[in-house]
């Protein structure tokens, strides 16, 4: 069966090595690629942030709300992923080795085996670097003078102890961290125990000087307050990790496409072949 060669490759009277069994991946243009997709990929995480296109909270009373930035957010998830994978595959198939006796369909798939390649190291490279930056902001957070930890469950903590007398209190913080093992065993639970409920009424009556009845439904309603903020930010998060997957899969689809359109244009590629004695002649007549 006669092979389809891609025209232009083949030039009489030159010399063809056996491609059939060299490497079919060139790794310098994959690997130049992924560092481009992951650098344009910070860049425009770093430039949708400015913008407060990156700042999402599921806590309604921290930060932007899901609901207001969501969409913004997950639009411009999907222009970083279009933009930085696109503009990485397009440059492996560009400056990838050309391979002159390859079949048409084989030079295709390996065009897009490189595209994909390119985002795939380039999705390791930018997870390793965002995993990295985050542990190191965690680390190098100061906590606060008395010790005590702030996060989204530290305002209905606070809620429980509210009351009309700001008379500080040494005890309020030990106070505060038994609560909030309480709370978060009564989260992971989806319901407080008879026994911390009660035991958390008589600290909220002896904090605020709430009569038990008070205390009882200040705790009931602390902790559904809670709890229906803990279900949304589990519902915010399982939403933009759904876009999230959908994001990279076009990252991946624009990657390989791109490196199949940079990859025909680096075929496409005029060769010419100098004569050596045309060339010393006219550089002697320059001369």
Known sequence: MERELIAGNLQAGLPCENEANSPGVSWAAVIGGAFVTAALSVILLALGAGLGLSSIS??????????????????????????????????????????????????????????????????????????????????????????????????????????????????????GAEAGCIFANA??????????????????????????????????????????????ARKAAAHLLLWLFIALLTGAFCASFAATIGGRQRDNVLVFKLDPVQVTRRTDETH
């Open 58 to 175: 599921p806590w309604s009373n921290i930060g932007a709300s899901a609901p207001t930035a969501g969409a913004a957010a997950i639009v411009w998830l999907f222009v970083m992923q279009i933009i930085s994978s696109a503009m990485g595959g397009y440059l492996a198939g560009r400056l990838r080795t050309k391979w002159a006796a390859i079949h048409t369909h084989e030079v295709y798939f390996r065009d897009t085996a490189h595209g994909f390649l390119v985002w795939a190291v380039a999705l390791v490279i930018t997870a390793s670097f965002l995993a990295g930056a985050a542990v190191s902001m965690v680390g190098g957070t100061a906590q606060p003078a008395e010790g005590r930890s702030f996060g989204p469950e530290t305002y209905f903590i606070d809620m429980l102890f509210r009351s009309d007398d700001f008379t500080p209190d040494q005890n309020d913080v030990s106070a």
């Open 187 to 232: 989260l992971r639970l989806k319901e407080i125990p008879p026994a911390d409920k009660a035991y958390l009424a008589q600290l909220v009556t002896a904090k605020t000087g709430l009569q038990q009845a008070d205390a009882d439904k200040r705790v009931s309603d602390v902790f559904i307050a809670a709890r229906e903020a803990v279900e949304a």
